[in-house]
Protein backbone atom coordinates (compact mmCIF):
# COMPACT_ATOMS: atom_id res chain seq x y z
CA UNK A 1 0.00 0.00 0.00
CA UNK A 2 1.31 3.72 -0.61
CA UNK A 3 1.98 5.05 2.48
CA UNK A 4 1.29 8.89 1.18
CA UNK A 5 -0.28 10.72 -1.42
CA UNK A 6 1.11 11.25 -5.05
CA UNK A 7 1.65 14.46 -5.53
CA UNK A 8 0.66 15.94 -8.91
CA UNK A 9 3.73 16.33 -10.69
CA UNK A 10 4.54 12.66 -10.55
CA UNK A 11 0.81 11.62 -11.86
CA UNK A 12 0.98 14.24 -14.62
CA UNK A 13 4.56 13.94 -15.33
CA UNK A 14 4.58 9.81 -15.77
CA UNK A 15 1.51 10.22 -17.93
CA UNK A 16 3.41 12.81 -19.92
CA UNK A 17 6.50 11.11 -19.95
CA UNK A 18 4.28 7.35 -20.96
CA UNK A 19 2.68 9.03 -23.56
CA UNK A 20 6.26 10.45 -24.87
CA UNK A 21 7.67 6.84 -24.61
CA UNK A 22 4.13 5.37 -26.57
CA UNK A 23 4.85 8.22 -29.37
CA UNK A 24 8.67 6.84 -29.55
CA UNK A 25 7.81 3.34 -30.08
CA UNK A 26 4.77 3.71 -32.27
CA UNK A 27 7.18 5.90 -34.81
CA UNK A 28 10.20 2.59 -34.45
CA UNK A 29 7.19 -0.10 -35.15
CA UNK A 30 5.64 1.51 -37.84
CA UNK A 31 9.58 2.44 -39.28
CA UNK A 32 11.81 1.01 -41.30
CA UNK A 33 13.19 -1.64 -39.02
CA UNK A 34 9.38 -2.07 -37.62
CA UNK A 35 11.78 -2.38 -34.11
CA UNK A 36 10.56 -1.68 -30.68
CA UNK A 37 12.07 1.06 -29.57
CA UNK A 38 10.60 1.37 -25.78
CA UNK A 39 10.56 -1.65 -24.26
CA UNK A 40 12.99 -4.85 -24.68
CA UNK A 41 11.06 -7.90 -24.64
CA UNK A 42 9.89 -8.31 -28.47
CA UNK A 43 13.15 -7.16 -29.21
CA UNK A 44 15.31 -9.96 -27.48
CA UNK A 45 12.56 -12.30 -29.05
CA UNK A 46 13.56 -10.94 -32.55
CA UNK A 47 17.15 -10.94 -32.31
CA UNK A 48 16.72 -15.04 -31.08
CA UNK A 49 14.72 -15.06 -34.08
CA UNK A 50 16.63 -13.74 -36.43
CA UNK A 51 19.34 -15.19 -35.32
CA UNK A 52 18.13 -18.68 -35.97
CA UNK A 53 16.85 -17.65 -39.22
CA UNK A 54 20.31 -16.68 -40.52
CA UNK A 55 19.13 -13.26 -40.50
CA UNK A 56 22.49 -11.58 -39.10
CA UNK A 57 22.03 -8.11 -39.81
CA UNK A 58 18.29 -8.21 -38.52
CA UNK A 59 20.30 -9.92 -35.72
CA UNK A 60 22.91 -7.27 -35.52
CA UNK A 61 20.26 -4.34 -35.43
CA UNK A 62 17.89 -5.78 -32.91
CA UNK A 63 20.95 -6.45 -30.47
CA UNK A 64 22.25 -2.81 -31.23
CA UNK A 65 18.91 -1.90 -30.01
CA UNK A 66 19.06 -3.84 -26.98
CA UNK A 67 22.55 -2.63 -25.92
CA UNK A 68 21.24 1.02 -26.54
CA UNK A 69 18.12 0.85 -24.19
CA UNK A 70 20.92 -0.98 -21.81
CA UNK A 71 23.53 2.28 -22.19
CA UNK A 72 20.55 4.56 -21.53
CA UNK A 73 19.77 3.31 -17.95
CA UNK A 74 23.50 3.20 -17.01
CA UNK A 75 23.51 6.81 -18.52
CA UNK A 76 20.40 7.33 -15.89
CA UNK A 77 22.27 5.58 -12.84
CA UNK A 78 25.55 8.20 -13.69
CA UNK A 79 23.14 11.20 -13.29
CA UNK A 80 20.76 10.62 -10.72
CA UNK A 81 22.16 7.94 -8.63
CA UNK A 82 18.83 7.15 -6.96
CA UNK A 83 15.89 4.92 -7.98
CA UNK A 84 12.96 6.69 -5.82
CA UNK A 85 11.39 9.65 -7.13
CA UNK A 86 12.24 12.98 -4.76
CA UNK A 87 12.15 16.54 -6.05
CA UNK A 88 15.85 18.50 -6.02
CA UNK A 89 17.74 15.41 -7.99
CA UNK A 90 19.21 16.09 -11.36
CA UNK A 91 15.52 14.98 -13.91
CA UNK A 92 16.37 18.04 -15.59
CA UNK A 93 19.76 17.44 -16.76
CA UNK A 94 18.94 13.42 -17.08
CA UNK A 95 15.57 14.84 -19.31
CA UNK A 96 17.20 17.35 -21.26
CA UNK A 97 19.88 14.61 -22.44
CA UNK A 98 16.94 12.29 -23.34
CA UNK A 99 16.15 15.09 -25.77
CA UNK A 100 19.18 15.64 -27.35
CA UNK A 101 19.22 11.66 -28.02
CA UNK A 102 15.54 11.98 -29.50
CA UNK A 103 16.80 15.06 -31.94
CA UNK A 104 19.64 12.77 -32.57
CA UNK A 105 17.25 9.86 -33.38
CA UNK A 106 14.93 11.66 -35.35
CA UNK A 107 17.39 13.31 -37.79
CA UNK A 108 19.02 10.13 -38.81
CA UNK A 109 16.10 8.42 -39.55
CA UNK A 110 14.55 11.18 -41.37
CA UNK A 111 18.09 11.06 -43.55
CA UNK A 112 17.73 7.12 -43.40
CA UNK A 113 19.98 6.44 -40.87
CA UNK A 114 19.41 3.04 -38.97
CA UNK A 115 21.27 4.42 -35.91
CA UNK A 116 18.76 6.53 -35.24
CA UNK A 117 17.04 3.68 -33.59
CA UNK A 118 19.67 3.15 -31.49
CA UNK A 119 19.43 6.81 -29.98
CA UNK A 120 15.82 6.94 -29.39
CA UNK A 121 16.00 3.21 -27.36
CA UNK A 122 18.77 5.10 -25.53
CA UNK A 123 16.64 8.05 -24.95
CA UNK A 124 13.89 5.06 -23.12
CA UNK A 125 16.46 3.64 -21.23
CA UNK A 126 17.56 6.18 -20.03
CA UNK A 127 13.72 7.44 -19.35
CA UNK A 128 12.72 4.06 -17.62
CA UNK A 129 15.54 4.44 -15.38
CA UNK A 130 15.30 7.63 -14.34
CA UNK A 131 13.18 7.16 -11.36
CA UNK A 132 11.92 3.57 -10.70
CA UNK A 133 9.58 3.79 -7.63
CA UNK A 134 7.77 5.99 -4.92
CA UNK A 135 6.74 5.32 -1.81
CA UNK A 136 6.32 1.60 -3.08
CA UNK A 137 5.03 2.01 -5.95
CA UNK A 138 7.26 0.70 -9.01
CA UNK A 139 6.65 3.31 -11.96
CA UNK A 140 7.86 2.32 -15.77
CA UNK A 141 7.10 4.79 -18.18
CA UNK A 142 8.27 3.25 -21.57
CA UNK A 143 6.23 0.00 -21.19
CA UNK A 144 3.31 -1.31 -19.46
CA UNK A 145 3.74 -5.16 -19.33
CA UNK A 146 3.62 -4.67 -15.50
CA UNK A 147 1.38 -1.91 -15.23
CA UNK A 148 -1.33 -4.33 -16.64
CA UNK A 149 -0.58 -7.01 -14.51
CA UNK A 150 -0.56 -5.03 -11.11
CA UNK A 151 -4.19 -3.38 -12.64
CA UNK A 152 -5.56 -7.19 -13.28
CA UNK A 153 -4.33 -8.22 -9.93
CA UNK A 154 -6.08 -5.38 -7.85
CA UNK A 155 -9.29 -6.19 -10.41
CA UNK A 156 -9.08 -9.52 -9.06
CA UNK A 157 -8.04 -8.67 -5.74
CA UNK A 158 -11.57 -6.41 -5.81
CA UNK A 159 -13.44 -8.95 -7.15
CA UNK A 160 -12.82 -10.95 -4.01
CA UNK A 161 -13.67 -8.21 -2.05
CA UNK A 162 -10.17 -7.76 -0.70
CA UNK A 163 -9.09 -4.17 -0.13
CA UNK A 164 -7.43 -2.46 -3.15
CA UNK A 165 -4.64 0.30 -3.30
CA UNK A 166 -6.67 2.96 -5.10
CA UNK A 167 -3.61 5.63 -4.79
CA UNK A 168 -1.18 2.68 -6.95
CA UNK A 169 -4.49 1.80 -8.84
CA UNK A 170 -5.24 5.32 -10.22
CA UNK A 171 -1.66 5.93 -10.94
CA UNK A 172 -0.76 3.35 -12.62
CA UNK A 173 -4.61 3.18 -14.93
CA UNK A 174 -3.12 7.19 -15.94
CA UNK A 175 0.55 5.59 -17.29
CA UNK A 176 -1.19 3.12 -19.20
CA UNK A 177 -3.68 5.40 -20.67
CA UNK A 178 -0.80 8.51 -21.45
CA UNK A 179 1.58 5.46 -22.95
CA UNK A 180 -1.82 4.09 -25.17
CA UNK A 181 -2.55 7.34 -25.89
CA UNK A 182 1.05 8.42 -26.89
CA UNK A 183 1.12 4.99 -28.74
CA UNK A 184 -2.31 6.55 -30.94
CA UNK A 185 -0.64 9.86 -31.97
CA UNK A 186 2.34 9.12 -32.51
CA UNK A 187 1.26 6.24 -35.05
CA UNK A 188 -0.95 9.01 -36.79
CA UNK A 189 1.76 11.54 -36.93
CA UNK A 190 4.44 9.18 -38.50
CA UNK A 191 1.84 8.33 -41.10
CA UNK A 192 1.39 12.09 -41.69
CA UNK A 193 5.33 13.23 -41.18
CA UNK A 194 7.55 9.99 -40.69
CA UNK A 195 10.42 10.10 -38.24
CA UNK A 196 9.77 13.93 -37.40
CA UNK A 197 7.49 12.14 -35.02
CA UNK A 198 10.34 12.28 -32.82
CA UNK A 199 10.30 15.64 -32.46
CA UNK A 200 7.39 15.91 -30.29
CA UNK A 201 8.61 14.03 -27.62
CA UNK A 202 12.44 15.57 -28.06
CA UNK A 203 10.79 19.08 -27.75
CA UNK A 204 8.81 17.85 -24.63
CA UNK A 205 11.74 16.10 -23.12
CA UNK A 206 13.40 19.39 -23.37
CA UNK A 207 11.21 21.81 -22.49
CA UNK A 208 10.54 19.82 -18.84
CA UNK A 209 14.17 19.26 -18.35
CA UNK A 210 14.90 22.78 -18.96
CA UNK A 211 12.13 23.75 -16.95
CA UNK A 212 12.99 21.88 -13.98
CA UNK A 213 16.57 22.71 -14.37
CA UNK A 214 14.92 26.52 -13.74
CA UNK A 215 12.92 25.69 -10.70
CA UNK A 216 16.11 23.60 -8.52
CA UNK A 217 18.21 27.27 -9.68
CA UNK A 218 15.47 29.40 -8.19
CA UNK A 219 15.12 27.25 -5.55
CA UNK A 220 18.29 26.60 -4.67
CA UNK A 221 18.55 30.92 -5.01
CA UNK A 222 15.50 31.32 -2.64
Not at 21 to 28: D, K, L, Y
Not at 35 to 52: D, K, R, Y
Not at 158 to 165: I, S
Request: proline residues 1%; glycine residues 14%; charged residues 10%.
Amino acid sequence: MLTKPIPGWILLGGALLAACAGCVNAAGLIGLHHQALSHMSGTAAIFGAELARSQYAAALHALLVLSSFFLGCVLSGVLIRHEALQLGRRYGVALVCESALLFSAAYLLVNGQAAGDFLAAMACGLQNALATSYSGAVIRTTHITGIITDLGLAAGAALRGDRVDLRRTGLYVLLALGFIGGSILGGLSYVAIGSRTLLFPATFTGVAGLGYAAYQMRQSDG
